[in-house]
């Protein structure tokens, strides 16, 4: 059972390169996220889907873009990657319908250093 | 808009004591749910507990448990019997009614002495 799987687990990036990370989930959840956690500091929303089809910004969105491929697949894209952009970063999904029977469950992160 | 703050960069507590862990958020829902999260350094994100805020009753699992104190916005997280394997990073969090924007507080490093 794998859960939430995410490619690449590390990456180093030049800035003004292009990446995107992937996400898959297995547990056919409707809703998948993206945040990223800086040193010393909790998780920040970036983007989310709450269903297939459909993307929402979340706290910092700004040099992100995202797409949900279908319902298991959420990547995020840094077009041109800036070093504010290093972090680790998480893909969530849940089945929002039920948010405490069925919270976010994570992924294991990127860890990702631009240069 | 929601923020949850945790007041305690880290904490120590000997092996098989106990430690509390403070919380406390601000929400303008009516209803939310609220969850600690344990963090290791294998930076996996584990659920430890959860709470609804509709229910009085405070959450309990297993050496896990919380102290909800809805009118002052305060959701501590007690350890009990503290073990070496309890040493982690924990995040308090805040999900609205909806389920799907989840604020974090920005952690406190547990230690745990032997």
């Known amino acids: 059972n794998a859960g939430v799987t995410q490619t690449p687990k590390f990456q180093v990036l030049k800035t003004g390169q292009s990446m995107t990370l992937q996400c898959a989930q297995d547990m056919n959840h409707n809703s998948m996220y993206w945040y990223r956690q800086d040193p010393g500091m909790g998780l920040r929303l970036i983007y989310y889907?709450?269903?297939?089809?459909?993307?929402d910004k979340g706290e910092v969105p700004n040099g992100y873009n995202v797409s949900r491929l279908n319902k298991r697949e959420f990547s995020l894209r840094l077009e041109s990657a800036a070093p504010s952009q290093t972090s680790v970063y998480f893909c969530a999904s849940s089945e929002p319908l039920d948010p405490y029977n069925q919270p976010q469950h994570f992924g294991d992160g990127t860890r990702l250093s631009i240069l | 808009a929601q923020t949850v703050t945790q007041s305690q960069p880290e904490m120590s507590v000997q092996e098989a004591e106990t430690v509390t862990l403070s919380c406390t958020y601000d929400t303008s829902e009516s209803d939310y749910y609220l969850f600690w999260y344990k963090q290791p350094p294998s930076r996996q994100m584990i659920l430890v507990i959860r709470q609804e805020a509709y229910k009085q009753q405070n959450a309990t699992e297993n050496r896990f448990s919380v102290n909800f104190q809805k009118a002052a916005k305060s959701f501590s997280l007690k350890i009990s019997d503290s073990q070496l394997g309890d040493a982690a990073m924990y995040f308090c969090?805040?999900?609205?009614?909806?389920?799907?924007?989840?604020?974090f507080g920005g952690g406190t490093r547990l230690m745990v002495k032997p």
């Open positions: 969090a805040c999900s609205n009614n909806a389920g799907n924007m989840l604020t």
């Open positions: 889907s709450a269903s297939e089809g459909t993307t």
